[in-house]
């Protein structure tokens, strides 16, 4: 680990400031002994690094346990004082042995058997020399596995935003495209002139209205990733009342909705695309009246969203058709929800029909000003 590579800064200096207070102070000769033990003893922390890393990505100090895991990590940072200690009386005595062999036999024979006694004491007094300091370092260290884990966390989010926003630049266009459609256009077109040339102004005008409205609403929509389903189901409405038009009575939605869900979020042009579907793969390919039911329910802390035809059913080549929109809108579901959220299409029971269930975390969006 890269931050583990940091400590050999700090020990180069110890061993300098080492050799300099010495000659400073004439402290007598510098020996390896004393070199190695003010570098080694920084090194030590080199080791307890990485599990510093685990403890603070296991136990992040976030909302809403801040205070919780900030009493957390003051308690672990007196055990890692525990760790350093022992680390540092372990290499003290373990260069004894290498550079003063006689020396520290002579040290083994005068604690005999009160060894450990004495380890444990000279352990302990590390541990008070070391304690204030020891407290810091396993902050700072714990700051900069925090900061780490913030920068890419956001790193992480605006690579995300990026891919929301190309993924509903996509659905916004796919929208647009399924709205310019030229046999959209042209069977809209020519209802208009169907009516127009029969005398029914009224329906002329509002055939165009509602295609106007379906135009404004797809080429003017705010950037946003989640619309109010209020929002959504309005678009959905002028969307049927067009294709109404065109196939006269075969089309007949209907929408089981509960009120208290319309400020609910969705994302946006996701129910519209689920619509589109049933409607050019499912009714409009059978000669006979279609029935298509859009439900929007509550199922705990899921909204649910149905939208069931009653046409032809989804087949392989329509399936083709639709697995690139399908895809795409499973892989905002993703980015937006994570495993919280899914889509599953699938044929009705009597093989007639096509049923798509959307499902996605259930939280409010307060209405837009004018809408």
Same mark, same amino acid.
Do not use: K
């Given at each position: 680990?890269?931050?583990?590579?940091?400590?050999?800064?700090?020990?180069?200096?110890?061993?300098?400031?080492?050799?300099?207070?010495?000659?400073?102070?004439?402290?007598?000769?510098?020996?390896?002994?004393?070199?190695?033990?003010?570098?080694?003893?920084?090194?030590?922390?080199?080791?307890?690094?990485?599990?510093?890393?685990?403890?603070?990505?296991?136990?992040?100090?976030?909302?809403?346990?801040?205070?919780?895991?900030?009493?957390?990590?003051?308690?672990?940072?007196?055990?890692?004082?525990?760790?350093?200690?022992?680390?540092?009386?372990?290499?003290?005595?373990?260069?004894?042995?290498?550079?003063?062999?006689?020396?520290?036999?002579?040290?083994?024979?005068?604690?005999?058997?009160?060894?450990?006694?004495?380890?444990?004491?000279?352990?302990?007094?590390?541990?008070?020399?070391?304690?204030?300091?020891?407290?810091?370092?396993?902050?700072?260290?714990?700051?900069?596995?925090?900061?780490?884990?913030?920068?890419?966390?956001?790193?992480?989010?605006?690579?995300?935003?990026?891919?929301?926003?190309?993924?509903?630049?996509?659905?916004?266009?796919? !929208? $647009?495209?399924?709205?310019?459609? +030229?046999? #959209?256009?042209?069977?809209? *077109?020519?209802?208009? /002139? =169907? %009516?127009?040339?029969?005398?029914?102004?009224?329906?002329?005008?509002?055939?165009?209205?509602?295609?106007?409205?379906?135009?404004?609403?797809?080429?003017?929509?705010?950037?946003?990733?989640?619309?109010?389903?209020?929002?959504?189901?309005?678009?959905?409405?002028?969307?049927?009342?067009?294709?109404?038009?065109?196939?006269?009575?075969?089309?007949?939605?209907?929408?089981?909705?509960?009120? !208290? $869900?319309?400020?609910?979020?969705? +994302?946006? #042009?996701?129910?519209?695309? *689920?619509?589109?579907? /049933? =409607? %050019?793969?499912?009714?409009?390919?059978?000669?006979?009246?279609?029935?298509?039911?859009?439900?929007?329910?509550?199922?705990?802390?899921?909204?649910?969203?149905?939208?069931?035809?009653?046409?032809?059913?989804?087949?392989?080549?329509?399936?083709?058709?639709?697995?690139?929109?399908?895809?795409?809108?499973?892989?905002?579901?993703?980015?937006?929800?994570?495993?919280?959220?899914?889509?599953?299409?699938?044929?009705?029971?009597?093989?007639?029909?096509?049923?798509?269930?959307?499902?996605?975390?259930?939280?409010?969006?307060?209405?837009?000003?004018?809408?």
């Amino acid at each position: 680990m890269f931050v583990s590579a940091i400590w050999i800064a700090p020990a180069i200096l110890a061993t300098i400031n080492h050799a300099a207070q010495s000659r400073l102070h004439n402290w007598g000769p510098v020996t390896a002994r004393d070199l190695l033990f003010a570098g080694g003893d920084w090194l030590i922390y080199a080791f307890l690094t990485p599990p510093i890393f685990w403890i603070a990505d296991r136990w992040p100090i976030a909302r809403p346990r801040v205070a919780r895991r900030t009493a957390f990590h003051l308690g672990v940072s007196l055990l890692f004082c525990v760790a350093w200690a022992l680390g540092g009386t372990i290499l003290r005595l373990l260069l004894g042995r290498i550079f003063a062999p006689r020396d520290f036999y002579e040290l083994m024979a005068r604690a005999g058997a009160h060894f450990w006694q004495t380890f444990a004491t000279e352990v302990l007094s590390w541990i008070l020399t070391t304690l204030p300091f020891g407290v810091i370092v396993y902050l700072t260290v714990a700051g900069m596995a925090h900061a780490i884990r913030y920068f890419v966390e956001a790193s992480d989010r605006d690579v995300q935003l990026a891919r929301l926003s190309e993924q509903l630049a996509s659905a916004r266009f796919s !929208a $647009l495209q399924a709205q310019l459609n +030229p046999h #959209f256009l042209f069977n809209t *077109l020519n209802t208009i /002139a =169907v %009516r127009a040339r029969d005398g029914d102004s009224a329906g002329t005008v509002r055939i165009v209205e509602q295609l106007s409205d379906v135009l404004r609403r797809t080429l003017t929509s705010h950037q946003a990733n989640e619309v109010t389903l209020d929002e959504e189901l309005e678009l959905v409405r002028q969307y049927l009342a067009i294709e109404q038009a065109r196939f006269s009575d075969r089309l007949q939605p209907v929408f089981d909705v509960d009120p !208290a $869900l319309l400020t609910a979020a969705v +994302p946006s #042009f996701a129910l519209q695309h *689920l619509v589109e579907n /049933a =409607v %050019r793969h499912g009714i409009a390919r059978q000669p006979g009246a279609g029935r298509m039911t859009i439900t929007a329910r509550r199922d705990g802390e899921t909204l649910v969203l149905v939208v069931e035809d009653d046409g032809v059913g989804i087949d392989q080549e329509a399936a083709a058709r639709t697995r690139r929109g399908l895809a795409n809108t499973r892989a905002r579901l993703e980015a937006l929800y994570g495993p919280r959220a899914s889509l599953a299409v699938v044929r009705t029971e009597t093989g007639r029909g096509t049923i798509a269930t959307l499902r996605v975390p259930r939280h409010e969006l307060p209405p837009e000003d004018g809408s």
